[in-house]
């Protein structure tokens, strides 16, 4: 299990800052995921928690050291980071891809080790993407596609996982499917989640805890099913809503108001 | 494209094994075959037994460097496309988008308009120089910025560069008249009239640039995923983008120095390759290696044959050869 904390950190784009003295602690073992308004610096956040962006000022830990003092390659070994939207090239396959998530663990002696094959080989299973290893991705379907590069982070084998907007892109039977794999790693392997998602009820069903973000400031967090409310979706969101319990999973379930048509006899399942 | 032509790792070794003996062949004709028709009998005397006859001086002064930097540099060209078309993303890259060809040009031109500069030898260096320069001036205006190189921002720093360096030499070469002869027929890339000298120069760089590029083709690998997947992964991506452009600046800026500015070598054989073997940089260097160096030999071969007894440019026939593919892969999208 990994811990990852950020500390007063703070970041800008040029002159507009993104964040001023944030604190975050993600705890370990847990699904956790950044929801907010587009612009809000959620992605931000999860890109500086994964070392792709620096922070101007405080800094990010894992396992109680400060990343910025830890070896690239050890934070790989510890920590797997998906960044929205890759984009492999062309021919390249599935098992070329999963093999790429050994690269933390290679050397100039060490090239490819029976520990490299079969984490590779175990990727491919958790993400039941075996039958379709000598595949290009480019011939994949998205949902495929994604599992691909799930399976990529796999491979690294590594404590926890950090996804920007995994789910973006793919049609409702895809998402599921990618989320579910997620909440498999998370129960079976007790692997830490980090991810973004744009989809509020969908975080609310597979989040253990969920951060809203507003305006480069955690607004929010916590368990779904304690912070939120229709205050919070009218503050992060700028949105009027009514946030009932799922039916089916009893998690908060937020329906937005807005125009639309009504049905008087609702059609129930 | 789910499958390369070449699939398993025999077929891919025979495949190369292949490839290195057409290359052998290929230098061997080349130094065989001529305006000047030499028997095979004086060619080996040539070499064991020199005695200073016009038929040897052929042979060891004019064929066989010809042959050699005919194979350094196809081997070069293709090579440095190969990473060039990685780092920038872009499958149509080749040396001119890091404005090696227009630096090497312009600094040859300068050297014969302003210092008297002139023989193949001078412009080897000042080739060699000038695409050096450029290309770190590309690299450097690339980088600048948060986000550190990205190949959009190094393709139009290079293109920026090519643009004006191309301007400057041509209005030099308007102004200065007559002088320029020399420097017009090296414009047009050519293997022929070089010595010895120019490929002993160039070669020590290029065989190190071409050692460094088979080290570098696992992280290669890697960074073509992208910058964010790359650094994810524990990759230090500047350090690899710096190597990579020293690689790609003495491969292709070592070709220029020694043939001038050939097209498409860089642009084609990646392209068949990937086609061949796939993606794996680890497959891609060494067929890039040997088919680069079939492809410009072969090129040359024929260009003594094309308008017989007189020889044309080999960079007259890769374009020949060069621009319908270039078309073919634009039309597909860049696909292979």
Redesign the interface.
Known sequence: MSVIEARSLTLS?GHKPVFAELDLLIPPGKITVLIGSNGCGKSTLL?SL???LKPQEGSIWLDGSEMSRL???????RL????QG????????VH??VK??R??Y?SWLQ?WSKEDEKMVKKALEVTDMEDLS???ID?LSGGQRQRAWIAM?LA?NTPAILLDEPTTYLDMTHQIEVLDLLFDLNEQESRTIVMVLHDINLACRYAHRIVAVKDGLIYAQGAPETIMNERLIRDVFDMECQVTADPIFGTPLCIPYGRGRKVLQPVMA | ????LLATRTQKTAGLLAGILLAAAGIICSIAFGVTNISWRTIIASYTDFNGSQEHLIIQTARTPRALIAAAAGASLAVAGSFMQGIT?NPLASPSIFGINAGAAFFIVVGSAFFGASGLSTFATLAFVGAAFTAALVYVLGSIG?DGLTPIKITLAGAALTAFFSSLSLGLLLTGGQTFDQVLYWFVGSVAGRDMGIFTAAAPYMGLAMAGALVLA?HM??L???E??A??????TVYIKLAAGIVIVLLAGGSVSMAGPIAFVGIIIPHLV?YMV???YRWVVPYCAVFGANLLLAADIGSRYISFPKEVPVGVMTAIIGVPFFVYIARRG???
Do not use: F, H
Request: proline share 6%.
């Open positions: 784009y890109r994964a070392r792709l070896s690239s390659k050890e934070i790989a070994r797997a980071i998906l960044p890759p984009v492999a090239p062309e021919g390249l396959t070329q891809l790429q998530g690269y933390p290679q090239q000598d595949r290009s011939s982070t690294q | 494209m789910d499958t390369t993303r948060n696992r690998n890697v073509s995923l992208g964010d997947v650094v994810g992964l524990g990759q230090k990937r796939g993606i794996d860049g696909r292979t």
